[in-house]
């Protein structure tokens, strides 16, 4: 177990590592910062331009800044905006709860309805519904999903003025969004519970549970679907990756105050230090996660510790 | 268990067949639209009309879909629109395949350095989903579709490689590989003509799908004004324009999206399909 634990944070620390090089670099290949910053300001000298570069620390080598980079990253700074120089950390932390409140509440949605279904799914597999599901769930698959928003907004706020097509203003604003991302989910989902529910219905504990007279649904739902929750948790824990870059684009439909309309407007603003710290705190969250996940199976099924 | 399979198998045929007729169906229409558009279209679906902007769907029989903010026919523009999506989900495709399969084929096969290559650039590309690596290389190298394609060949090169390398390492002491070696057989006719006919079907079962999820992150990366020049007629960028005059003419954004969801429907339903023929084993299943 130790070199399993050993090997895994080994191995999220390397990822760390090449994950924020690779951002940083993209983020150098931008050209001269200092130039942008001066931009509409009137003259500029060559002094002044050397002055911001001091500033920025961006007349020392590339290596060197990104190991400035990381000592900040260790104690929460990520830098400072180009607009005004606000505290990157601040933007990120001011944003981050809006992202994380919509994933929680879309990989929710997405349990709620998947479950059933794939469990419905299971049990009368190669029959009509399971036939039905797996089509839904192939047009789920199909479904681009910033599409998917706009056609529930046409649907239900234009057309019947029931929800606020943007924001995130009270509980009515969530609904569309974690929608989308529910439904979106929910296509992998189904597919993954009624894969691992085959395998477990085959298990002669569900065949002792049938034989002692047990309901069916307390057989599924209490005695199957408990044994499946560790596969399953694992499964959806590792999707967070994708749910996140989903959101990002979701976010730009619905104006929703998170990281990936924070990055947009940095794109769009060049405001490259905020897109650094908002691409860097998602990829942390996203290995921290993927992290949690398979230390936690690796602690419960002792077959998983194999590198 | 076993008399539940036997007595689906029949529907289960039907069904399987049906699946095939339909995607079969979806990406024959497609492909005939876009052999004929330039034929149908020789404008391009870029003339202006703007005396005609924003005609409703069906009440021009020139304009059977509407026409868009500038008075464009919309259903030129979806067709030729297909032209971009099928282009950058094939070709992404391709090129993520062709690296794929060698630097798997080496990887299993020799180990070592590539293997160890392979492996940890599988880790950093679970950990950072395509979009935000697209966003950062986009918003400073710029889009543009060669730009898009080698985007996408680089995030996804390693799934195909992941998926050949672990065939490899299955096959690669099996009789037939080892008295091919004995006999004297060179190492690259071992990987290309012994190992990689064994090992072809869950990779195109997996090229089927990836085409269809590149054609959804072009859409979205355009979408989101990151992809190809809003100038050509792609089905993103009419979605963005689109997003401006949902309030007054949902037929500029309802087109175009349908014409992804039914192209990636046509590629997912094949691929579905082909699952079942050619990976029995079901590796390539989520």
């Known amino acids: 177990m130790a070199r399993f634990l050993l090997y895994r944070i080994f191995q999220a620390f390397f990822v760390i590592i090449a994950v924020t090089l690779i951002v940083s670099f993209a983020i150098r290949l931008t050209g001269d910062p200092a130039l942008m910053l001066s931009q509409g300001a009137g003259s500029v000298t060559e002094e002044d331009l050397a002055n911001i570069r001091e500033a920025l620390g961006l007349n020392q080598p590339f290596l060197a800044q990104y190991m400035d980079f990381l000592k900040g990253l260790l104690v929460g700074d990520l830098g400072k905006s180009f607009m005004g120089g606000i505290s990157v950390t601040e933007l990120v932390a001011r944003a981050l709860p809006a992202t994380l409140a919509l994933a929680f509440t879309s990989l929710i949605v997405s349990i709620v309805i998947s479950i059933p279904l794939g469990i419905k799914a299971a049990t009368s597999r190669g029959r009509w519904p399971d036939q039905v599901i797996r089509i839904l769930s ?39 969004p974690a929608a989308t991302m529910g439904i979106i989910l929910t296509a992998t989902n189904v597919r993954l519970v009624r894969t691992t529910m085959l395998e477990t219905l085959n298990a002669q504990f569900v065949m002792v549970a049938r034989a002692k007279g047990l309901s069916e649904n307390v057989v599924l739902y209490k005695h199957a679907l408990r044994n499946c929750s560790i596969p399953l948790i694992t499964y959806f824990g590792l999707q967070f990756g994708g749910l996140l870059g989903g959101i990002v684009v979701i976010e730009r439909v619905f104006n929703w105050p998170g990281l990936g309309t924070l990055a947009f407007d940095a794109v769009a603003a060049r405001d490259y230090p905020v897109l650094q710290g908002v691409i860097t705190v998602l990829s942390l969250l996203i290995i921290s996660i993927n992290l949690i996940v398979d230390i936690a199976y690796g602690l419960v099924d002792p077959r998983m510790r194999k590198g | 268990m076993t008399t539940q399979s036997l007595s689906g198998n029949n529907q289960f045929q039907k069904f399987k067949n049906l699946e095939f007729i339909l995607g079969a169906l979806l990406l024959g229409s497609i492909s005939l639209a876009v052999l004929f558009s330039s034929w149908l279209f020789p404008d391009g679906g870029t003339q202006i009309n703007l005396a005609m902007r924003l005609t409703a769907p069906m009440t021009e029989l020139a304009y059977p879909l509407g026409t868009d903010p500038l008075g464009r026919d919309i259903l030129a523009r979806v067709i030729i629109g297909s032209e971009i999506s099928l282009k950058v989900g094939i070709y992404s495709s391709l090129g993520a395949v062709a690296v794929g399969i060698i630097m798997g084929l080496i990887s299993g096969y020799y180990g070592g350095f590539i293997d160890a290559l392979v492996m940890r650039f599988a880790d950093v590309q679970l950990a950072l989903p395509f979009i935000l690596l697209a966003i950062t290389f986009i918003a400073v190298i710029g889009g543009g579709l060669t730009n898009m394609i080698i985007l996408l060949v680089i995030s996804q090169w390693v799934q195909y490689a992941r998926l050949v390398r672990g065939s490899v390492l299955a096959l690669k002491d099996r009789e037939f590989i080892l008295s091919a070696k004995a006999i004297g057989v060179k190492d690259i006719r071992i990987l290309f003509q012994h190992l990689l006919p064994n090992l072809i ?18 859409s979205s990366l355009t979408f989101l004004g990151l992809g190809v020049d809003p100038t050509i007629p792609s089905w993103g960028g009419m979605l963005a324009e689109g997003r401006t005059y949902l309030q007054t003419a949902w037929w500029v954004s309802v087109f175009p999206g349908l014409a992804i969801l039914l192209t990636v429907l046509g590629l997912n339903l094949l691929g579905d399909w082909l699952r079942d023929t050619l990976d029995p084993t079901g590796k390539t299943s989520v």
Do not use: C, D, R, Y
């Open chain 2, 201 to 218: 079907g869950p990779v195109i079962v997996l090229v089927t799908l990836n085409v269809a999820n590149n054609i959804l992150l072009e």
């Open chain 1, 138 to 176: 192939l047009v789920g698959l199909s479904f681009p999903n910033f599409w998917l928003a706009i056609m529930l907004v046409l649907l239900f706020s234009i057309t019947m003025s029931w929800l606020p097509p943007s924001g995130m203003e009270g509980f009515e604003s969530f609904i569309m």
